[in-house]
């Protein structure tokens, strides 16, 4: 059964750090294309970052040189360092994990599997 969970969120202030792990299972997703999508109450999921399988990195423009997405194929895991968080940062992160390695990396619709989410709360 392939899985994605994720962990590591909680509340915080703002300016503090926080950092979400993704422990992949089930099968072996160093091919694929992993990303970060967050969704705030009320609204849609949006795209934060993606790595590709070589490591290249994309960021939405509004969490750039503020967060960092990395993998540790090994581990079968995929990180997201989360620094100077603001309260618009509080969200639903999510975990997803595609197979294809699409260019569309912040297109929700092109993920295979998606992890159950965990919960960012950045107070002000």
């Known amino acids: 059964q392939v899985q994605l969970v994720e962990s590591g969120g909680g509340l915080v202030q703002a300016g503090d750090s926080l950092r979400l792990s993704c422990a992949a299972s089930?099968?072996?997703?160093?091919?694929?294309?992993m990303a970060w999508f967050r969704q705030a109450p009320g609204k849609e999921r949006d795209f934060v970052a993606a790595i590709s399988p070589s490591s290249s990195t994309f960021y939405t423009d509004s969490v750039k040189g503020r967060f960092t997405i990395s993998r540790v194929d090994a581990k079968n895991t995929v990180y997201l360092r989360m620094n100077g968080l603001k309260p618009e940062d509080t969200a639903v992160y999510y975990c997803?994990?595609?197979?294809?390695?699409?260019?569309?990396?912040?297109?929700?619709?092109?993920?295979?599997?998606w992890g159950q989410g965990t919960q960012v709360t950045v107070s002000s």
């Open positions: 089930g099968r072996t997703f160093s091919f694929d294309s």
């Open positions: 997803a994990a595609d197979r294809h390695r699409s260019t569309n990396y912040a297109t929700p619709g092109v993920y295979d599997y």
